[in-house]
């Protein structure tokens, strides 16, 4: 079977995105699947240069990548491909539609508003939902144009900020707890990571130099783990994902709540879904394997 790995892409995440794809290359069973490197450039690449492959395991983050939109051309293609359906990828990417999801079917997350122009930030909900708050791009990654704001006189910069990088913006209470994430593989929690940024929280240089970030696969104690694995769960169902995502969670006072989710975890030799399969006794040539065979098992 030939494999092309679909990496690059034109999204800010696009140097990510070549580094995941490097070390996807490098691990891939070659005994057992013909692999192709395929760097998309432009968009139309995806139709001229995927199109003799028998799968496209993509490794793409952001915009046209990780929104559902290079699923959506896979599908037109009839071209199986790895993950998320489009549906659950575009919803995942808008961490608004997100939350409204997760707090429907009752799973635990921080309150929010939403704002659509600088007008439109409503500081009497602001002063109920409390500060500090975190204000960030409703749809962005890497932690770009993300802050925390203590006080009232510094929404405004903030929400200006983040509207460079979106068009809908994003104000969130902001969760004092330990960080963590659930690797989710097949609709199974397989490992817990702990993530203990040596900055006030995990920014996108915390995130992207080495050592700016502990990062540790860990054993939570009984009755969280519950928790926790039960939320992952809600949210892998709710969301309608597939194949393999990663949900980001705060954990205070014992009570876990749901940041976001990544439907195309980062795959560099340090990025958290490998290491988490690590920890569950999983190599990375293995967890690759099991990605593409779920995937090509998946009904679309
Ligand atoms: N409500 C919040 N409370 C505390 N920290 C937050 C909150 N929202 C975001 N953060 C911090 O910012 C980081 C990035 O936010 P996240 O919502 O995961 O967006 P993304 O990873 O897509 O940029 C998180 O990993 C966390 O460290
Ligand atoms: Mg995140």
């Keep these: 079977m030939k494999v092309g790995v679909i990496m690059g892409g034109v999204s800010s995440e696009r140097e990510v995105s070549l580094n995941s794809g490097k070390e996807v290359l490098a691990n891939f069973d070659r005994n057992k699947y013909e692999i192709q490197e395929i760097i998309i450039d432009s968009k139309q690449d995806v139709f001229t ?19 559902g939109t290079v699923q959506s051309v896979f599908e037109t293609m009839d071209m199986p491909y790895s993950g998320c359906g489009p ?41 109920k939902i409390g500060y500090p708050v975190v204000v960030k ?20 910069a903030a929400v200006e900020l983040a509207f460079e990088y979106d068009k ?9 707890g330990d960080e963590i994430t659930c690797c989710m593989l097949e609709g199974k929690m397989i490992s817990v990571i702990s993530i203990k940024p040596n900055a006030e929280f995990f920014d996108y240089t915390a995130k992207y130099t ?63 879904f490998p290491k988490g399969a690590r920890g569950a006794g999983m190599s990375f040539p293995e967890l690759l394997e099991t990605i593409t065979e779920a995937s090509l098992k998946v009904k679309r």
């Design 49 to 67: 240069k995927a199109r003799d492959i028998d799968f496209a395991f993509i490794v793409l983050h952001g915009k046209f990548g990780e929104d």
């Design 87 to 127: 549906l659950t990828s575009g919803i995942c990417m808008d961490k608004d539609i997100t939350k409204r999801l997760l707090r429907s079917a009752g799973i635990n997350t921080a309150d929010w508003l939403s704002v659509k122009s600088m007008d439109g930030i409503d500081y009497e909900s602001l002063d």
């Design 137 to 156: 791009p409703n749809s962005g990654g890497s932690s770009v144009a993300t802050n925390i704001v203590k006080k009232k006189e510094d929404i405004e």
């Design 168 to 176: 809908e913006v994003m104000i969130e209470k902001y969760i004092k």
């Design 210 to 272: 080495d050592g700016g970030t502990e990062e540790m696969v860990i054993e939570l104690e009984e009755s969280l783990n519950r928790k926790v694995e039960e939320m992952a769960r809600g949210c892998w169902d709710v969301l309608k994902c597939q194949v393999y995502v990663r949900v980001d969670m705060i954990v205070k006072d014992g009570v876990p709540y749901v940041l976001e989710l990544n439907t195309l975890p980062g795959m560099t030799r340090n990025s958290l």
